[in-house]
C-alpha cells in the first residue's frame, strides 16, 4: 500500500515537471528538437502510467478472487464430527469423552478464528478499495496528461505556422531589398 501511495505521488510529481518542462520549451530558441525531446518524455511517462493502472488493476481482480476463498475457509472449518454422529458404541461406553471433552473450547478457538478470518477479508476488502481508489487517481492523471499534450500540440502548431510565415516573410523581404538596392544603383 504505502509503494502505491509512493508511486502515485511520484506520476504526480512527474506530470508536474512535465508541465513546467512545457512551459520552458515554449520560451525556448532550439522549438523543435526539445519539443521532440518533451513529447518522447511525455509519451514514456503516459505508457509508465498506463502500465502501472494496468498492473493495479490486475493486483485488485486477484485480491478480489482471494475473497471468496477466505470466506469459503472459515465456514468448512468446524470442530470435530459432532456427538450425535459418533458412532453409538463410542457414546455408549466412552460418553464420547475422547472426542467431546473440550467441546467449549474448541467452539470458542472456532470463534476466534473465524474473527481473524472476518479481520482479515476487511483488510483486504480495504485494500481493494484503496487500490480502485489509486487506479482512479492515475486515470485521472493520464487524462489530464492527454489534455495538456493536446493543448501543447496545438501550441507547437501555432508556433511552427508562425515560424514558417516569419521565415516567408524574411525571404520575401530580402527579395525587396535586394530590388530596392538595384533600383537605388
Known sequence: HA?????????????KAIKQLSEVVRGSSR????????????????????????????????????LPTGQRSTKQQSPRTPFS????????FNRG???WQNQSQDQALLSEITEE?????RQ?????????????????IIKD????VHEQGDTIDSIEANIETASSNVESANEQLAKASQHQV
Open 3 to 15: 509503494t502505491q501511495q509512493e508511486t502515485n505521488k511520484t506520476i504526480t510529481t512527474s506530470t
Open 31 to 66: 522549438v523543435r528538437q526539445e519539443r521532440l525531446q518533451l513529447d518522447r518524455l511525455k509519451n514514456q511517462l503516459s505508457d509508465a502510467i498506463q502500465r502501472y493502472g494496468a498492473v493495479q488493476k490486475k493486483i485488485a481482480e486477484k485480491s478480489k478472487a482471494l
Open 85 to 92: 454422529d459418533l458412532p453409538d458404541d463410542e457414546k455408549i
Open 97 to 99: 469423552d475422547g472426542m
Open 117 to 121: 478470518d472476518l479481520e482479515a477479508i
Open 124 to 140: 483486504r476488502e480495504e485494500a481493494i478499495q484503496q487500490i480502485e481508489s489509486d487506479m482512479l487517481d492515475v486515470n485521472q
Open 145 to 148: 496528461l492527454a489534455s495538456m
